[in-house]
């Protein structure tokens, strides 16, 4: 019953911006949840981007260090992810997560194509 929802994904130049957001549903308690974002370029690995626990404080990968950020809203059971100064090798499809102790949660992915 659970359902996460990722959208905001495009294409955009280098040096661009994007925000991504995620709007989970069947989550009574969405601010127990740690919420982070994932990406995954094709034939790679999928690698933890973002992510933001109830305390609110966010951990962000170095590669993307001082240009996104992850933000979230707990009544409107979203997070999102904000993209400046895009780089060709932030292209990638990008995932939202959700998790607590007994299992996660997965969205469909929203792709992002950054063009040189």
């Known amino acids: 019953q659970v359902q996460l929802v990722e959208s905001g994904g495009g294409l955009v130049q280098t040096g661009g911006s994007l925000r991504l957001s995620c709007v989970a549903s069947g989550i009574r308690v969405f601010s127990s949840y740690t919420v982070a974002w994932y990406r995954q370029a094709p034939g790679k690995q999928r690698e933890l981007v973002a992510q933001?626990?109830?305390?609110?404080?966010?951990n962000t990968a170095d590669s993307v260090k001082g240009r996104f950020t992850i933000s979230r809203d707990n009544a409107k059971k979203t997070v999102y992810l904000q993209m400046n100064s895009l780089r060709p090798e932030d292209t990638a499809v990008y995932f939202c997560?959700?998790?607590?102790?007994?299992?996660?949660?997965w969205g469909q992915g929203t792709q992002v194509t950054v063009s040189l």
């Open positions: 933001i626990p109830s305390g609110a404080t966010t």
């Open positions: 997560n959700a998790r607590l102790n007994l299992g996660s949660y």
